[in-house]
């Protein structure tokens, strides 16, 4: 079975524009979540989407959005980049999203923003 | 609040020399306890899930052991491709869907 995918692999932006990020989750999981990842503060959960609808959103402000697709597949948008947004962001699919199931994770998209 | 804290932050290793990793947890109610390894510049690798106190898992070298405070990750004989930055991370009874609390991690450094 096929991993997660995220694409791309790497980007370089600058402050003030806009990126958006793609993720692929395993065949047949329908929950995919997106996390931030810096050496300060490790990884932190952005939001959840579950059958093409948000059902959580960490502490994180509105220039961070997303969606999902029909088929589960789902990007992430970061609006007006500023230079703390530099990071590594990664998705992870579950089957259902529920406390018990287990992510499983893509190999990441890392942003520098300049 | 729900918090997760690993120990130590780092550890140096010989090959051969078995250590234990720390991770105690404080949340409202564990549903579930995950590790992963982490590779540089790669995304986490799952390893272990434990759900309930008394649990362990074993794959490997690696040895997953679940009290009601914390869990163990135990690293018998290791060998120098198990370096890594291992993560722990818990989901809570309520919590929101897909969120994973992560701990800062120990990345673990073994020596031939």
């Known amino acids: 079975k096929a991993g997660v995918t995220q694409t791309p692999r790497y980007l370089i932006k600058t402050r003030g524009q806009q990126v958006t990020l793609s993720c692929s989750p395993i065949?047949?999981?329908?929950?995919v979540s997106w996390y931030q990842q810096t050496p300060g503060q490790g990884l932190q959960f952005l939001f959840e989407?579950?059958?093409?609808?948000?059902?959580n959103k960490g502490n994180f402000p509105g220039r961070f959005s997303g969606r999902q697709f029909s088929n589960s597949r789902s990007e992430m948008n970061v609006s007006t980049l500023e230079l703390g947004d530099s990071a590594l962001y990664l998705c992870?699919?579950?089957?259902?999203?529920?406390?018990?199931?287990?992510?499983?994770f893509g190999p990441g998209t890392r942003l520098t923003v300049l | 609040e729900d918090q997760v804290t690993q120990s130590p932050e780092a550890l140096r290793l010989q090959e051969g020399e078995s250590s234990s990793l720390n991770c105690s947890y404080t949340?409202?109610?564990?549903?579930?306890l995950f590790w992963y390894r982490q590779d540089p510049g790669k995304g986490p690798e799952f390893l272990f899930t434990?759900?309930?106190a008394g649990e362990e898992k074993e794959k490997e070298r690696l040895k997953a052991t679940l009290t009601k405070k914390e869990s163990f990750l135990h690293i018998t004989a290791p060998k120098p491709e198990d370096s890594a930055t291992y993560l722990c991370?818990?989901?809570?009874?309520?919590?929101?869907?897909?969120?994973?609390?992560f701990g800062k991690g120990t990345k673990l450094s073994v020596k031939p």
């Open positions: 992870a699919s579950s089957l259902w999203g529920g406390q018990a199931d287990t992510q499983y």
């Open positions: 065949s047949g999981h329908r929950s």
């Open positions: 989407y579950f059958s093409e609808t948000q059902r």
């Open positions: 949340v409202s109610g564990l549903r579930g």
């Open positions: 434990l759900y309930s």
């Open positions: 991370a818990v989901t809570n009874y309520g919590g929101s869907q897909g969120n994973l609390i």
